[in-house]
Structures are given as C-alpha cells and as structure tokens.
C-alpha cells in the first residue's frame, strides 16, 4: 500500500527553534508561517548568508528575527560587544522592528536597545556601553556614534540590512560599508530586500555577502492582485484637493494614507481636510521625533484614522487596518509608486490604491504604468469630473488628431527668400535698367523697366 503524502501547512514548530521563542510565537498569534518564512527561516538557522527579496507586509520581518535570536539563544556569549544588529533606512521601520524584537524575546534574558535619529544622543552611548546583545539602529545616527569611538562590534554574530533597496537610495550606502568595516568578518549577514533589481543591493550584497543562497519571492513587476489599483483625472491642485475631500468622506475605508512629494504640500493638506471634521495627522522628516511617535501612536489606536505622508512613511510603516492609499502627487518613479501601495494589501489583505493625476503629470503615471506592465483602472466622480481628459490621441501614422477626429491643418509654410550680401550694400542705389522683372529684397516692391 503506497503512502499519502505529507500536504499539511508548514508550522513554525517545524524550524529548529527555540522553546522561548516557539513560546512567544504562540502568543503573538501567528500560526503559518509566510513563504518568505517558509524559505528564509531554515536556511538562517543552518548560518547560511542569505539575499531575500520579498513584497512588503510578507512577514520579512520575523523571516530574520526568529532565526537571528535563536542563534543567540543557542550559544552564549561571555564577550563584550554587539552580538547581532540590525540596520533599517527610517526611524520608524528601526522602532517597529525593536518591538517585533520584543514580543519575541519575551521570554528568554536577551535584551534589545534602539537607536535612531532625533533621539539623546548621550543616552545611545550608555546604551551601547550596557552591553546589550541586539541593537537596531539607523546607519546615520550609528555612524556618528562610532565617530566618536561608540559601540563595538568585533564580536558581532549576526548582521541583518532590512530594506537594503531603501537603505541605498536614501544615500546610505557609504555609511552601511562604514559600519561593515568595523564588524567581525567572521558573522553571518542577512540582507532583505524588496526587490533583487535594483543595481545598488547586487553591487553591496557583492562586497557583504559570502557564499550567499538567494529566496527571491517577487519582482518589483509582480502585479498586486489584492490590490485595486485606480487614476482619477484632475485640472489642477486646488481640484484635487477637492476630489481628495469627496474620496475621504464618501469611499469605504478604515484607515487611509495620503502621499504627497513634499512637506510643504502636506502641512497644506492638513488644514482644509481637517476643516471637513476628518481625522487627520501629519508624518514627513521635518517633525520632531516625539511629534512623529505621537501621530503613529494616535493612528494605531485609531484616535486618527488618516495620515497625510511624504516618501518618509513609503517604507516601514505597518500598520493593520490601511486599505485605502491616495497619492495626492504622483510618485516620481515605478519604485516609490510600489513602496506607497505596499502600506495597504499587507499580508493578502484588499486595499485599495487612487491616483490624483493632472495633465503635467500624465507621462509620469503613463511611465510607471509600463514600468510596471500594467493598466490601471480609470475612474470618475460624476460630481467633479475633470475638464482634462488626458491628451491628445495619437493616429497610427503618430501624427496629431484633433478634437474631432480630423487630421489638425498643416501650416502654411514660409518661403525664405535668400539676401545675398552684394544685394544689402545695392540697396538705395540706382539699378541699370533690365529688360526683365526685378524682385527687391523682402518687403521692397516689385518693379519692372519701360
């Protein structure tokens, strides 16, 4: 009699991890494991070097904390210094992964301290001199503590780069080989990505990585099937502002997200949206550290329920419950248009994603239409339909097609008439009659001889 095969769900109690983390697990809640997870997990806990590259809310982040704690849990250390630290690009993606940390360690005498940006930077000393055995930090603030001969990381075992595609584009590069330098050579070095295409994370993963297994899960191009993906036509900022209120007041959502290219064009949002008793809060990297904690604070409970961004919150923000994102901007490339409507669709969830688009900005959305190959819904709101329908179509011998269909009329064209030099030094003097007609320079009348 042949067997049946094993199809049961892969459970977290199948990896070779720790009783306290299995623990911590079960209380949490998770149950499954993701298939960043899945493929990530056994091949970190076996001290494999690995390069991940997974969407955004596929679980990256436990995919490289269970295996990184319990490689500690499994040997103890009686040497001073780091024993496993972790780098993210933003503030509040480094303080969402300290505590991920720390449901996770719950239960086992490990201890985790966080450095970013904006905080003392006296207290970050003390920290690192209290020996702590996980750090996560942000590569700015972490740079400048070593420049003041802060942190020791000699004996670091384990090195994790999350958001490494971030991390780069945010000009974080030198500081990221900086901080390498100074760790052990000897460590295991996780590198998570949210794509393998972007140049700068092969050129660093390169120089990082040693004999490294790669769990690519998705392309930037992977299409977002939980994700509604719509463009709404407007004339100007002042009408978009005007669609934004209507969508915000009339479509279903829990919790919604509004980017904007700038800082200024956020504080500018704020007002008039508020003025429409909507629930509004503010995040861009202008605001002070505990201002940024408060807004997320108040959107995790629910006290606001919308958030006008800028770029800052396109990485690192998780939060459950955003199925709504608006860009009130169009991003300006195919990578950030991906990094905004990764905040909702978070772990198969539906979300739904709207563009403002105004006609200075068409070839922009029509690129990262193709970036991405593909359509995006076109949608309309009957009260406020905009004057611009996009542009122009196009024959198909690509000449231009007016209004109604009729080729546009060519122009006249204009006959250059060559002035030759001696005609300019003739002119005013007296011309030796001719038996022929004579055309004077341009603007000179015709004149013929009797």
């Known amino acids: 009699m042949s067997s049946t095969p094993n199809t049961s769900p892969l459970l977290f109690t199948d990896f070779s991890l720790d009783d306290s983390l299995l623990k911590a697990v079960k209380k949490i809640g998770f149950e499954t494991p993701t298939p960043v997870q899945q493929q990530a997990i056994p091949l970190a806990v076996a001290y494999k070097d690995l390069l991940v590259s997974a969407k955004t809310g596929s679980g990256k982040t436990v995919a490289f904390l269970l295996p990184l704690l319990n490689r500690l849990l499994s040997s103890r250390s009686t040497l001073f210094g780091t024993r496993a630290l972790i780098l993210s690009p933003t503030r509040e993606l480094a303080r969402q992964t300290y505590e991920q940390c720390l449901q996770l360690i719950e239960f086992t005498e490990l201890k985790a301290g966080l450095i970013t940006g904006g905080e003392d930077f006296k207290q970050h000393q003390s920290l690192l001199r209290r020996n702590f055995e996980i750090i996560v930090a942000t590569p700015g603030r972490l740079v400048e503590l070593m420049n003041q001969e802060s942190g020791d990381f000699t004996h670091l075992e384990v090195l994790v780069l999350d958001e490494a595609d971030r991390m780069l584009d945010m000009g974080f590069s030198e500081d990221v080989l900086n901080i390498v330098s100074h760790c052990n050579a000897a460590r295991q070095t996780l590198l998570f990505s949210a794509t393998l295409t972007h140049f700068g994370v092969i050129r660093i993963a390169d120089k990082i990585l040693t004999n ?221 009659p001719t038996n022929k007609p004579m055309v004077e320079q341009a603007g000179e009348q015709t004149a013929t001889d009797n």
Do not use: C
């Open 212 to 432: 490294h297994k790669v769990v690519a899960l998705n392309t930037l191009q992977d299409g977002h099937s939980n994700i509604t993906q719509q463009i709404i036509l407007a004339d100007d900022n002042d009408h978009k502002q005007k669609l934004l209120a209507w969508l915000l007041l009339n479509d279903d959502y829990d919790k919604a997200l509004i980017f904007t290219n700038s800082r200024l064009q956020a504080d500018m949002l704020q007002g008039p949206l508020r003025g429409k008793k909507l629930r509004v809060g503010v995040l861009h990297g202008e605001m002070e550290q505990r201002d940024r904690n408060r807004t997320m604070q108040l959107f995790r409970e629910g006290v606001i329920n919308i958030i006008v961004a800028t770029d800052l919150a396109a990485r690192g923000l998780d939060v459950s419950g955003i199925n709504l994102v608006v860009n009130f901007d169009v991003p300006r490339n195919g990578i950030d248009y991906i990094h905004r409507i990764g905040r909702t669709g978070r772990a198969d969830e539906l979300g739904t994603t709207i563009a403002l688009v105004k006609h200075t900005e068409w070839n922009l959305m029509s690129s990262i239409e193709r970036f991405l190959k593909q359509n995006f819904i076109r949608r309309t709101i009957k009260e406020l339909a905009a004057k611009y329908q996009g542009p122009k179509k196009l024959k198909a011998s690509g000449k231009a097609v007016g209004s109604k269909g009729k080729p546009e009329p060519k122009k006249a064209e204009v006959v250059k008439v060559k002035v030759r030099l001696r005609d300019k030094k003739n002119v005013g003097k007296r011309r030796v």
